[in-house]
């Protein structure tokens, strides 16, 4: 298989509006559109033929490591697609890829589906706001929402530190400093240690890791900063708990402490397939922090989140299973999709009934 059939993969996928080209050896090219894998009609892909594309997207430093950690995730910029995110991994021995197609523009945020609140904790001085979910569930595009936001209303200065970069944000009200990781600096870690030395009024953590990564992230936002930052799991209460459990002893008691001081808010979101098939609906539970949520964060009573989000509809927070039966209210999903991706399916049913 030549790049010029990559580029012509490529360019069929963004034609027929898919998210990602699937690069697996034993079977042909495959797309996903609208959350469904889609084969082409093609020969099966052979171990020589992906390894041939990966030799030639990759740069030597970036196959050094890929040779090193067997997996890497770059961005490139193709003529016909735009900015596309490959993701490089192993099987069997043999270099296989993804790549995600990154969008050119930031879409309205009812467009997205996202929530009205989400633009006041866009608009906080400080303080931490997290987008958490599973892999796929929109949070990068949440993200650079976000700062898209921000980008449009205020004089300020943004850094971003991501791995890879997935959308290019042109300088509007803001500055805008975009910095990938491999290709202007060399780890997240000693990346978001330095991003405090640049003056930044809002720092974009791709993702955060590890304990170093959350630790300096809270930092950053107790000292003044806005900070924005992914994370994979599946809910809010389980956004914490993660963030509170990768510390110990005295450790974790300070990270207590500093979570509830700076965070401003949580979005926990996921995509799901729409009632015509047609397109994916986003889902979301959102929790805005106040002074009960950071007493509840103080005191370690996470498992009484839920009914305190239940009770702050009002506020604009939302429950999940809430945002679901509200979709399925809409026609928007079918009971079926609301039911499996429920938290308490039985009240789904009670409701329903």
């Not at 997996?71 to 991994?89: D, K, M, P, W």
Request: hydrophobic share 40%; with cysteine; proline share 3%.
């Amino acid at each position: 298989m030549s790049n010029s059939n990559l580029d012509r993969l490529l360019s069929a996928a963004k034609e027929f509006d898919g998210s990602d080209l699937h690069l697996v050896v034993g079977v042909p090219p495959a797309f996903r559109v609208n959350g469904e894998i889609i084969i082409a009609d093609e020969d099966a892909l052979t171990a020589a033929d992906v390894q041939r594309i990966a030799g030639s997207l990759l740069n030597e430093q970036q196959l050094k490591k890929f040779e090193q950690e067997w997996e890497l995730c770059i961005s490139l910029l193709h003529n016909t697609a735009g900015r596309v995110r490959a993701t490089f991994y192993r099987r069997n021995g043999h270099p296989e890829m993804s790549f995600r197609f990154c969008g050119e523009h930031v879409a309205a945020r009812q467009e997205l589906g996202l929530p009205e609140k989400l633009d006041d904790l866009a608009r906080r001085p400080n303080g931490l706001v997290l987008i958490t979910g599973p892999t796929g569930a929109g949070k990068t595009t949440t993200l650079n929402y976000l700062v898209d936001v921000i980008n449009s209303e205020r004089r300020c200065k943004i850094v971003t530190i991501e791995d890879p970069i997935e959308f290019v944000h042109e300088n509007k009200r803001a500055i805008v400093v975009q910095q990938e990781v491999l290709t202007d600096v060399r780890s997240f870690n000693r990346a978001l240690i330095h991003v405090l030395r640049q003056d930044p009024d809002v720092i974009v953590v791709g993702e955060m890791r590890d304990h170093e990564a959350i630790a300096t992230a809270l930092t950053a936002a107790e000292t003044g900063h806005l900070v924005l930052a992914t994370m994979h799991s599946p809910n809010v209460s389980h956004a914490l708990e993660r963030i509170v459990g990768v510390f110990d002893g005295n450790a974790q008691r300070q990270i207590v402490l500093q979570l509830s001081n700076a965070l401003q808010g949580i979005i926990a979101q996921d995509l799901l397939p729409a009632a015509d098939r047609t397109r994916r609906v986003l889902a979301y539970e959102l929790l805005v922090a106040g002074n009960a949520v950071r007493n509840l964060i103080r005191e370690g009573q996470l498992h009484q989140l839920e009914n305190l989000i239940q009770t702050g509809r009002k506020d604009g927070m939302m429950l999940m299973d809430n945002c679901l039966y509200d979709l399925y209210c809409k026609c928007l999903i079918t009971y079926d999709t609301a039911v499996s991706r429920a938290r308490h399916p039985d009240r789904m049913t009670q409701k329903k009934n």
